[in-house]
């Protein structure tokens, strides 16, 4: 072998060699659903990971529907979101694995102080929804395919009420965060995770209004994406991180998360695992 060809497979063996190594030791992209993301909860979570495991979590906040479209394009390579129904879809349909429940939350419905709808107090959020169309008082919703969307949707379709396209039924197309902002400034009413509503309660001075209904519950499931559809997704640390936040160490961290003292994420019982 001359001397060029000597050096130029030396180059080539070199170039994938730190190639290979650059793909095994590549961050991990985590789509969410805006709520963990407008908590803190991650920000708060998630080094802790990082430091263990030596690589940089990318997160991309987006709803629900969404983060489910990026995973099943094989775009990211975990899923972190609040749609039982559509979680369970997705890992039959063979986009996903190792889906397991990490932890939960509930549904508040906030609105203005003034409260023109009058439905204060109460724990039936069908009730409350069925007063809000009957006075016809401005409502805002995510609009954006999200699990909270998919959640007020079918309180709604409960009620036989169509409200999409209604004057008073503002679709944002939007996060959480900035519907909740925009409730604030129109002085209307929306559907929001607790968690989220905490994080912009002083900024929008919303108050809840209706809590405790048991449909209000708000599940959170993290899954890989499939790695016989996507051999090329980080499938090692995708997996990692389920067992992390699975882990007694994720759970402790998920429940430490208090901001202001107050408890905005629940671990799933240990048996859900």
Do not use: C
Not at 152 to 176: C, F, K, N, V
Request: proline share 3%.
């Amino acid at each position: 072998m001359t001397v060029s060809l000597y050096r130029l497979a030396t180059a080539f063996i070199l170039l994938f060699v730190l190639h290979s190594s650059a793909i095994e030791a590549r961050d991990l992209r985590l789509a969410t659903t805006t709520s963990t993301d407008n908590s803190g909860l991650l920000r708060a979570i998630l080094p802790q990971f990082e430091r263990q495991r030596g690589i940089k979590v990318h997160v991309i906040s987006v709803g629900t529907g969404k983060a489910l479209k990026l995973a099943e394009n094989g775009d990211v390579d975990v899923v972190l979101v609040h749609d039982r129904e559509a979680e369970e879809a997705f890992v039959a349909a063979g986009h996903g694995s190792e889906r397991r429940d990490v932890m939960y939350n509930d549904f508040v419905l906030v609105g203005p102080k003034s409260d023109p709808a009058g439905v204060r107090g109460g724990s039936d959020v069908l009730a409350a929804l069925r007063k809000i169309a009957a006075t016809q008082a401005r409502f805002v919703s995510r609009g954006d395919d999200s699990g909270t969307e998919r959640m007020e949707q079918s309180y709604w379709r409960a009620l036989d009420i169509t409200a999409q396209g209604r004057p008073w039924h503002i679709s944002a197309g939007l996060g959480m965060g900035e519907v909740l902002t925009m409730a604030g400034e129109m002085q209307a009413y929306t559907l929001s995770d607790r968690a989220t509503y905490a994080s912009y309660q002083a900024r929008t001075e919303l108050e809840i209004l209706v809590q405790g209904d048991p449909r209000m519950f708000n599940p959170y499931g993290i899954m890989a994406v499939s790695r016989s559809k996507y051999p090329d997704i980080n499938f090692s640390d995708a997996l990692a991180l389920i067992d992390w936040m699975t882990s007694a160490a994720g759970r402790a961290a998920i429940s430490a998360f208090k901001p202001k003292g107050e408890q905005l994420f629940f671990v799933a019982p240990a048996s859900k695992q």
